[in-house]
């Protein structure tokens, strides 16, 4: 039995997958010639081989695609509908597996990160599938009507990051096929093996070329990119590769989403009941490890009550626990890679080096195997500090204390991020007063991180380009097309 039949048979019991991992491309499982090794960064030892496919097999996945197009986007949407319920009910009898790979490639505690993330994943198919583009009839009159049709742009080419590997790349999958494109991925090579495997049990319910996953090395984005037969690329990454794609894009014209990096602001308001929403600052800062797009990267708070924030902070810091994300009792995971885990001790570095007041933590354990940055709390740093103004993509948070809102507001659109931000306080109109003077894609008051097939999601400024989820969203797999019918002669 091949393997794509036993998949094919899974049920809810499916047992947990121990590799070897495939390329999926064109319906058929693939090894290539080189791999690569992908580590556990709670042990920093490799976990795994991944195939690292080459340029003509990274062209076959896309003639695939291109193939498997012509009858995908005929097919209707109630059709597509069907293909990607049996495709998310796949995905639900691996969802234990899933969630476990999950954790050994990224390092999140499985419980409170990695299984909602494979749960959400798997809903957000199931609802996005639900969802259509109707026609709209934009004018008629007596004697013509003018329609306006949103049709599949064709192949789709899909690059993702290695933070959030599994829900980030099925974002961009359930859309694209539903509204009749097919699409090639490709994973981050430090988080590839979740991505092999979903592409894996795609093969057993999908039609060959609707879906391909190619792992490999740093020549296979810029070729996607620049490749006459995708039509769009959807990216979710960094600002700085973000601008390699847009220009390697504008060769051939294709669509772009992208969708980048943040440095997003939390102001708690004067008024703000402090004491309550400690919890929800901490992890809106501290999940995943601060590797978050839209994670708190700057909490503002104000100056009446700074100290006995960063106190009450640090308490419910400390009852946290950093390790294995396999370890039930852990709550922080690893930062995932070691390229990453350097990039953070020069943040850490340049805190000691300026002699910044740290709340907690600040120092790395030399001896510890894995990639641990403790959680760090930075007290009152000034404005222009490394750790207020870049992205540190880790679990290390400023508490700035502010005095004046026209000020504060000022310092969070001070910045060429534009991701999202946040805005607390006992008044929700004045709350909403300050968010409505962020400049940001997203910004939450009261609440943080709440997001929705139907809720746009995108950054401004450097954070972005276009929009995900929403019937916007959806709306840029799409090309608008006005039709317009005289009637006179039917
Ligand atoms: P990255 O930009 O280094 O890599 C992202 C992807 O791009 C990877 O698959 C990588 O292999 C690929 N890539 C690298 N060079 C390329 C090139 N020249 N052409 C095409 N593809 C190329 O990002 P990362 O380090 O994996 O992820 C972290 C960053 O992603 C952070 O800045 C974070 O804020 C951002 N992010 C943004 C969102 C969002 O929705 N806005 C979500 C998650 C992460």
Known sequence: MSIATSLRTATQTAPLFDGPYYLSIGGQLATAEAS????????????????????????????????AFKSWSMIGYDRRQQYLEAYADALAAHRDELARLLVLEQGKPLKTMAEPEVDQAISWIRQIAARRIPVEIVEETDS????????PLGVIGAITPWNFPVLLALWKVAPALITGNTMVIKPSPFTPLTSLRFGQIAQSVLPPGVLSVVSGNDELGPHMTAHPDIAKISFTGSTATGKHVIRSAA???????????????AIVMPDADWESIVPQLFWGAVGNSGQWCVGIKRLYVHRSYHARFVDAFVAYARRQKLGDGLDPEV??????????FEKVRTFLDDIKARGYKVALGGEVDPDRPGYFIPVTVVDNPPEDSMIVQEEQ?????PIIAYDDIDDVVERANASPYGLGGSVWGRDTRAAV??????????VWVNEIHTQGVDIPFGGHKQSGLGTEHGSEGRQLFTNPK?????????
Not at 55 to 65: E, G, K
Not at 144 to 151: D, N, R
Request: zero cysteines.
């Open 36 to 67: 690569f090794d992908v580590f556990n960064p709670a042990t920093g030892k490799p976990l795994a081989q991944a195939p690292a496919a080459n340029i003509a097999q990274l062209d076959d996945a896309i003639a695939a695609a291109r193939t």
């Open 144 to 151: 013509h009507v003018v329609e306006l049709h949103h049709t």
């Open 251 to 265: 060769g051939t014209m294709k669509r772009v989403t992208l969708e980048l990096g943040g440095n997003d602001a």
């Open 331 to 340: 709550t922080v995971g690893p930062v995932q890679n070691r390229m990453q």
């Open 393 to 397: 993509f880790a679990p290390i948070v």
């Open 433 to 442: 007063a300050v968010a409505n003077r962020l400049e940001t894609g997203m």
């Open 482 to 490: 006005t039709v317009l019918i005289h009637k006179s002669r039917s």
